[in-house]
């Protein structure tokens, strides 16, 4: 079978937009095989923050070089994608989370992230929400917040005006060059990427790619109840396991003057119905920070799976046995932040051109030594 495209992405979530835009934006023709809604799996359910992320120098480079992508493509963002750079506040509960905040600091500034030690009387003039008595925070004013299938979607549009074509069915199977569709029809192409998110081993056996769950809440409108993106700092998982259920306190204003809250973590979980003990449990983290949002109405709940991996970090670029096939999957709760980054590395990659950040951290082939587990993840 001749190959009819360069490139087939499987999966129009923002990361599979992203990768389409960067190869159609190249010269390639570009198919995108996605049966549903544009950005509607866990694109979707995602809280939308743009946040540069420290768990490893690997993270740390490719969440702050997409951040600098998404800062430089804002201006050109229609309004329907609610772009705002409202800055991250890692919110400290006591002195021995100011150290990590000291440390934060250092590293941000080591490599040009503008940084903004708080301290108790700072937090609560940025923050009057908070409850009185933390120790300070560290304010990153860079960060910013978007709603995601909005951005999936521009991104996507891009992609089509660059010449990508959307094929409406789902891949039933995928491997060297070649796309079984739902309908039984095949499609061929020189590489396939496999986009799929948390539904990425699927189409890909033995990815070390594992669904995570969770829940995210949004109340009414409360124009300026909370300024920044909060995220508390000190929450790290019982011994680092990464298999128990957890939650944290991570809080996020909307454009509409809503009140976006998360977050929490369900390793096992398989069902995307609500788990009401889990859902009191991250609300009730939430109202030890802000009190005041027991004054709030919650108008609707509802979940997502994360595409996590063991070492956090995601998978972009060549599959081990199959050099037809890509994989740009496993960003679990930094797809959003990292979607133009994946893109560009995975046009780096297939163009030959000199990539941006070392490839090597991404690689599928590398090997995994699981880290840590952090709530803002």
Not at 16 to 21: D, F, H
Not at 106 to 126: F, M, N, Q
Not at 349 to 366: D, K, S, V
Request: hydrophobic share 40%; proline share 7%.
């Amino acid at each position: 079978m001749t190959p009819a495209y360069d490139a087939i992405i499987l999966g129009a979530g923002i990361v599979g937009a992203a990768c389409a835009m960067e190869l159609a934006q190249a010269g390639m023709r570009v198919a995108i095989v996605e049966p549903g809604v544009i950005g509607g799996g866990a694109t979707g359910a995602g809280m939308g923050h743009i946040v540069v992320m420290d768990d490893s120098p690997a993270q740390l480079a490719l969440t702050h070089h997409s951040q600098q992508l998404w800062d430089a493509l804002a201006p050109k963002l229609p309004a329907a994608v609610e772009y705002e750079t409202t800055g991250t506040i890692w919110v400290a509960t006591h002195s021995r989370e100011m150290e990590e905040v000291a440390r934060k600091q250092a590293l941000y500034t080591a490599h040009g992230i503008p940084v903004r030690t708080l301290d108790t009387a700072a937090l609560l003039r940025e923050e009057p929400n908070l409850r009185p008595g933390l120790a300070g925070g560290l304010l990153v004013p860079s960060d910013a917040v978007l709603y995601p299938p909005s951005a999936a979607d521009y991104l996507l549009q891009h992609a089509l005006q660059s010449g990508a074509t959307i094929i409406p069915h789902a891949a039933t199977h995928a491997a060297e060059g070649k796309v079984r569709l739902d309908s039984g029809g095949t499609i061929a192409a020189l590489r396939i990427i496999n986009a799929l998110g948390a539904s990425a081993a699927s189409i890909t056996p033995g990815l070390p790619v594992h669904p995570r769950k969770g829940h995210l809440v949004i109340t009414d409108r409360a124009p300026g109840f909370a300024r920044r993106q909060l995220v508390e700092l000190g929450y790290v998982r019982s011994a680092g396991s990464g298999t128990t259920d957890c939650v944290a306190f991570n809080v996020q204003p909307r454009k509409t003057g809503q009140v976006l809250i998360g977050s929490s973590r369900q390793y096992n979980a398989i069902s995307n119905s609500i788990d009401y003990d889990i859902l009191q449990r991250m609300l009730q983290q939430a109202r030890a920070y802000i009190p005041a949002l027991d004054h709030l109405s919650v108008i609707r709940t509802w979940t997502g799976f994360r595409a996590a991996t063991p070492d956090k970090l995601p998978l972009i670029g060549p599959h081990h046995a199959d050099p037809t096939l890509y994989l740009a999957t496993g960003h679990e709760g930094l797809g959003i932040t990292t979607a133009l980054a994946t893109g560009r590395l995975l046009r780096a990659i297939l163009t030959g051109t000199n990539p941006f950040i070392p490839i090597e951290p991404y690689l599928p082939a590398r090997s995994f030594t699981p880290q840590p587990e952090n709530a803002h993840a």
